[in-house]
């Protein structure tokens, strides 16, 4: 068992050296990567700030004399999530810890969100009581806030630090008791207004022997599950929810990026896509809308999320963003469209029911689909569970017809 430390032995060595005398102290190896550019390192690392700068193409000599903060952090991160790849796939690193500011929490979990999930990893970091998701990304990180500064060691950060230390050696020294089977997965997206589609096509497909693995779609659930089908995790997609492209176009908090639906097209699996809660763009708090969206319509979900509806002018553009993504598919293919409503709110009765937005999304679409995509169409709304049912059996067929499909019914 080996655990990776990450730091800047320039300003670090002090707190670094403590976490690994706690984790050596517990049997477990320690390789520390040193990550420092501005001094001489506390003690020898066994991946030296040099070996760093080097893996990511430049010169720690070249760093320190561009004296360009920013670009060294870019650098010493790049280079060793290099480094942590590649520990890990000769099999030096079990799990990774990190300790540090703002620059090494950068750093660090930039190495961090190189690995797959699953593999150990903790941060110690002044930043941890803040925005995370810079660091956090799609990866599963754990960030653990320091309370005082990691700057020398007393009673607060030698607890906190060994606290860290032993957590991670608890992590890798017992290796989870976790049932893998051998079944086809499937990726499939959510928001808590298609949950009933979700469920039902999620049991359909369990049913038909397959694993599912439910991500919601807040922006970071979408990019992780593209993410994991680049990694050859997921074997194929029911994109129900693409939510995350309304607030990406118009300028919500919870979009996903521009290369949003593209994973399972450029990587061939079968998918099968919705419209699921594009009738909406996603804000914090109701203060915190921007003034120049005043006057739409909207609808406080919670304290803490406030929904705006999309206007036919905004889903008419997304119709042809999402055509454009599935036409671009190498893959099988299939867009379903629920004609009485894309979300538990966008039905008679509700809030963002508006037929005329609606139409503006599915004749887009329409008109813009290749005739490589299937589509299908059905005078229910998303979380009927006919369509349901008709998304699972849908993908269920083109996992088959590929090969893709499990080996037999499950029970």
Known sequence: MSVVIVG????????????????????????????????????????????????????????????????????????????????????????????????NTSIATTAMRALPVGVPKLMVSTMASGDTEPYVGSQDIMMLY????????????????????????????????????????????????????????????????????????????????????????????????????????????LNAGPDRLEAAGDEGIPQVVSTGALDMVNFGPRESVPEAFEGRTFHVHNPQVTLMRT????????????AEKLNAATGPTALALPLGGVSAIDVEGEDFHDPEADAALFDALRSSLDDDVELLEMETDVNDEAFATTLAETLDEYMRDTGHGPASDGV
């Open 311 to 322: 206007t036919p002018e905004e889903n008419a553009e997304l119709g042809e963003i999402i």
């Open 146 to 253: 320091s309370v005082a500064d990691i700057e020398g060691l007393n009673q607060l950060s030698r607890q906190v630090i060994a606290n860290a230390a032993l957590a991670m050696v608890g992590m890798v020294a017992n290796e989870p008791d976790v049932e893998v089977e051998d079944r086809p997965t499937i990726g499939i997206t959510m928001f808590g207004v298609t949950t009933p589609c979700v469920q039902t096509a999620r049991e359909r497909l369990e049913e038909k022997g397959y694993e599912t693995i439910v991500f919601h779609a807040t922006g970071t659930g979408g990019r992780a599950m593209e993410s994991l089908v680049e990694e050859g995790v997921i074997d194929g997609v029911l994109d129900v929810t693409t939510t995350e492209w309304a607030d990406e176009l118009v300028g919500g908090v």
């Open 8 to 103: 800047t032995l320039d300003t670090k060595a002090e707190e670094i050296g403590f976490a690994r005398d706690v984790v050596e102290a517990q049997g477990v190896d320690v390789h520390v990567v040193d990550t420092g550019v501005v001094g001489e390192p506390g003690f020898e690392a066994e991946t030296s700030a040099s070996d760093v700068a080097e893996a990511a193409g430049t010169t720690l000599e070249e760093l320190q004399e561009e004296a360009d903060r920013g670009e060294a952090m870019e650098a010493m991160g790049n280079g060793a999530a290099e480094i942590a790849q590649r520990l890990h796939d000769e099999g030096v690193l079990d799990g990774v810890l990190g300790l540090g500011g703002s620059g």
